[in-house]
């Protein structure tokens, strides 16, 4: 059985930074690509950025230079670090695992999610 673990949201001031874990378990490697994501209230869940199993980093716009994703093999688990944190990324964020890179622009096609971890930015 395949579980997505988040933890390490919470409330930060503006400026901040929050670094956020997923630990990933059921998968039997460690040649999974992950995803982060993201749903502010009354908005659709975005793309924040993915992991490859090779490490290849995509980040969208608005994150890029703030945000940096990386894994720890050895502790199945993904690292979202957020710095200089503003208001405009308080949002629900998920992680998701996939073996199909492609999926991870899909949602619909994602099958391994977390529960969630709240992120507040405070102004």
């Known amino acids: 059985q395949v579980q997505l673990v988040e933890s390490g949201g919470g409330l930060v001031q503006a400026g901040g930074s929050l670094r956020l874990s997923c630990e990933v378990s059921?998968?039997?490697?460690?040649?999974?690509?992950m995803g982060w994501f993201r749903q502010a209230p009354g908005k659709e869940r975005e793309l924040v950025a993915t992991?490859?199993?090779?490490?290849?980093?995509y980040y969208v716009d608005v994150v890029k230079g703030r945000f940096t994703v990386s894994r720890d093999n050895a502790k199945n688990t993904v690292y979202l670090q957020m710095n200089s944190l503003n208001p405009d990324d308080t949002a629900v964020y998920y992680c998701?695992?996939?073996?199909?890179?492609?999926?991870?622009?899909?949602?619909?096609?994602?099958?391994?999610w977390g529960q969630g971890t709240q992120v507040t930015v405070s102004s």
């Open positions: 998701a695992a996939t073996n199909y890179y492609s999926q991870l622009f899909n949602q619909r096609a994602l099958e391994y």
């Open positions: 992991l490859t199993s090779s490490r290849s980093t």
């Open positions: 059921g998968l039997t490697d460690s040649r999974y690509h």
